[in-house]
């Protein structure tokens, strides 16, 4: 089992940049391959980015696909997402998950593959 716990959220001006840690426990987060959702308000919660065990495979949904980076440190515990080039449609509550995998290059962009979830991170970036 994992825990998550997401940081790095806050008020920013549309153009400029956040960048979000998720801290896992355990010492088997290199078994877990990781993803990045969001939900804004009154609307269903939707796929950001996903990375692999190793990190060497990542997957980003088309809307931030060029602005947004997945990235992780396994001896850190740790999941990045860094965003650039905000915009005011990026306002969410920000969702770190896992899933545990044996298969190094899996990702997945379905929220119902992922067997663990953090607590969110606000991001609200003004115009």
């Known amino acids: 089992q994992v825990q998550l716990v997401e940081s790095g959220g806050g008020l920013v001006q549309a153009g400029g940049s956040l960048r979000l840690s998720c801290a896992a426990s355990?010492?088997?987060?290199?078994?877990?391959?990781m993803g990045w959702f969001r939900q804004a308000p009154g609307k269903e919660r939707e796929f950001v980015a996903a990375i692999s065990r190793s990190g060497d495979y990542t997957y980003y949904a088309d809307s931030v696909k060029g602005r947004f980076t997945i990235s992780r440190d396994n001896a850190k515990n740790t999941v990045y997402l860094q965003m650039n080039s905000l915009k005011p449609e990026d306002t969410a509550i920000y969702y770190c998950a896992a899933v545990y995998k044996l298969g190094v290059a899996y990702t997945s962009s379905s929220s119902y593959d992922y067997d663990y979830w953090g607590q969110g991170t606000q991001v609200t970036v003004s115009s």
């Open positions: 355990g010492r088997t987060f290199s078994t877990y391959a």
